[in-house]
């Protein structure tokens, strides 16, 4: 009875075990069926490539929890086997040499033995090994399906772990990609709140990234700028997408001219409320060329020397309104 209630611990751990504690509660596992099931060996071998696999773990009866083996083991024609036949069953030692050495060599103390195919999604991430000592015994019926649950837990594990390893990995390039973004992106609920979302130059921020989270834009904009932000947020809501528009926001360096474009965000849950994306562009470069532009074509308008423009090829593109009065010329008549 002791014995299955620290089987329950050890797969209990083995369900909830974090990534660096995984190996330590598989290795529990292995060890608890060299204890109870009447099993003397107990091998993990885990796929690295198509075909290779490698000794991760290996439990002894005796209490050995690791053993002198090759760092990889090449089975290409041994997957077949596994493929075809499912467990396989080794009852001597004249099959057992028929192993691959990698497997044999390992096992060269044990009698009988069975291998155990460890698959997620038709691919092949692993196979255990369980081993007696004495030959023609034949694993089977309750012991055998208690060692093929155990090997499908520790696979679903496994899945767990490269799934784990896989979302880290993505989100740690979408990190990176966010970073060296120039604009900014903030993730806002249906109500004009902050998310736990918000990404791009924190000097470009009307408030620190880690602070914005559950407050309302009316907390951290000035009441002109907050108000352009919920009116793109009801165009989105309303419309999917907002149109581009444009405000002013002084900051620590000085006034800044950004522009906000808006998408939906389906809702997270089934029945929630869509919430919004906002892109946010520092436009200050550009708002200040238009000014200056501007400043400078009001200077030649009022200028009294005729002033032309033209393009590449030396057609006229505009003229101002001293060229107009002293010539008779309006600019429609010159322009190309």
């Known amino acids: 009875m002791l014995g299955y209630l620290q089987l329950v611990d050890d ?60 760092g990889r083991a090449a089975l290409q024609d041994f997957i077949g086997r596994l493929t075809v036949e499912g467990p396989i069953h080794i009852r001597n030692a004249r099959e057992l040499a ?29 196979l255990t090994c369980f081993g007696v000592s004495a030959e023609n ?30 979302s880290i990995e993505v989100a740690s390039r979408l990190e990176a990609t966010l970073a060296a973004l120039p604009n900014l992106l903030f993730e806002i609920d249906a109500d004009g709140r902050y998310t736990g979302f918000a990404a791009g130059p924190e000097h470009l921020m009307a408030a620190p990234s880690t602070s914005l989270a559950g407050k309302s834009m009316e907390a951290v904009l000035p009441p002109e700028v907050a108000s352009i932000a919920m009116a793109a947020l ?19 360096d000085g006034p800044h001219h ?45 200028m009294e020397n005729l002033v032309i423009i033209t393009d590449a090829a030396q057609n006229v593109v505009w003229v101002n309104s001293a060229f107009e009065n002293h010539t008779g010329w309006r600019l429609d008549e010159v322009r190309g």
């Not at 083995?14 to 060996?41: F, K, M, Y």
Request: hydrophobic share 40%; proline share 4%; glycine share 8%.
């Open 234 to 252: 009801r165009e989105v809501l309303a419309t999917g997408s907002s149109r581009e528009v444009r405000y002013r926001l002084d900051l620590a």
């Open 11 to 70: 797969l209990n751990a083995l369900l909830h075990a974090s990534p660096s504690g995984q190996e330590t509660a598989i290795e529990d596992t292995l060890g608890w069926i060299c204890r109870n099931a009447q099993v003397d060996s107990a091998t993990l071998f885990q796929a690295v490539e198509a075909g290779s696999f490698t000794v991760t773990h290996y439990s002894h009866s005796n209490g050995t929890k690791s053993a002198n083996v090759p």
């Open 137 to 166: 015994q034949v694993i089977s019926g309750e012991k055998l399906k208690l060692l093929t649950s155990m090997t499908n837990l520790i696979g679903s594990t496994l899945v767990r772990r490269i799934t784990e390893r896989q």
């Open 258 to 302: 950004f522009e906000l474009t808006g998408a939906l965000k389906a809702a997270s849950d089934p029945g929630g409320r869509p919430g919004a994306i906002f892109l946010v562009r520092d436009v200050t470069q550009d708002t200040q060329l238009r000014e200056q532009l501007l400043r400078l074509g009001k200077i030649v308008e009022a």
């Open 98 to 126: 028929e192993l691959p050495p990698e497997i044999a060599i390992l096992h060269s103390d044990m009698g009988s033995l069975v291998i155990e195919p460890m698959r997620s999604d038709g691919s092949l991430l692993g």
